[in-house]
Structures are given as structure tokens and as C-alpha cells.
């Protein structure tokens, strides 16, 4: 990849998995191999972002001009990976009395207004 890209490249990106990139292709070493970084320019309210891959993920890689490759980044309107949020399941209040957790020793009384037991 290094001779292709001895400098950064605009170019369409085609990932196994059905999925397109657009953006500034360069090569890079990371974690003791190259890799393909790819930055996606900032397109309405999605932000710029940076992504890398290894080789064997790559299908195609078309090299573009700029002004086709930012016509494209604002036709894919792809989107930077969001954080996963594992949900913490709340319990209602009204139903707090009836469950006694293992380390409330007998004698504690629920306080519904606080929400904890005392």
C-alpha cells in the first residue's frame, strides 16, 4: 500500500461488508503492521472523524480529485461510530418496598422521597 499511497490520496473506499468510505487515503503503520487511514471530512452537522483498517479489509480503492471526492462524502453522508450505552434498568419507586437487597439487615426502612434504604 505504501507505493500507492506515498502521499495522501482522496479515493473511494470499499470495505468487505458492503461498506463505502470517502474521504483522504493515506498508508500508516500502527500496531506493528500498515494500514489504510481514511479521513472523513466534517459534512453538515456529522463530524470530521478518522478511521483505520487493515489491508485484507479493503475490496477497492478508487483515487479521486478532491472536489468529486467531497461531492461523494456529502452524497454517503457516512457516519462515525456512536458509543454503545448499556442501558441501567431502574426499578420504580413503587415497587422498591417489596424487593430487599442482600445487605439490608432486618430493621432498615425504605425511604420512597431518597430512594434508599436507611
Known amino acids: 500500500m505504501a507505493e500507492i499511497f506515498e502521499e495522501p490520496t ?3 473506499l470499499e470495505l468487505f461488508g458492503k461498506k463505502v468510505m470517502v474521504g483522504e487515503v493515506s498508508s500508516v503503520t500502527k500496531f506493528g503492521t500498515e494500514m489504510c487511514r ?6 453538515g452537522d456529522i ?3 478518522t478511521k483505520f483498517f487493515g489491508g485484507t479489509a479493503i475490496y477497492a480503492v478508487t483515487p479521486l480529485d478532491e472536489a468529486s471526492a ?7 453522508r457516512a ?6 450505552m448499556i442501558p441501567i434498568p431502574r426499578i420504580p419507586a413503587e415497587t422498591h418496598a417489596d424487593i430487599v437487597p442482600p445487605q439490608v439487615e432486618e430493621g432498615w426502612e425504605y425511604d420512597e422521597e431518597d430512594e434508599e434504604y436507611t
Not at 457516519?79 to 454503545?84: E, F, L
Open 10 to 12: 482522496w479515493a473511494v
Open 38 to 43: 481514511i479521513d472523513v471530512p466534517e459534512v
Open 47 to 49: 463530524p470530521a472523524y
Open 70 to 76: 467531497l461531492r461523494a462524502v456529502k452524497g454517503l
Open 79 to 84: 457516519r462515525p461510530i456512536n458509543p454503545w
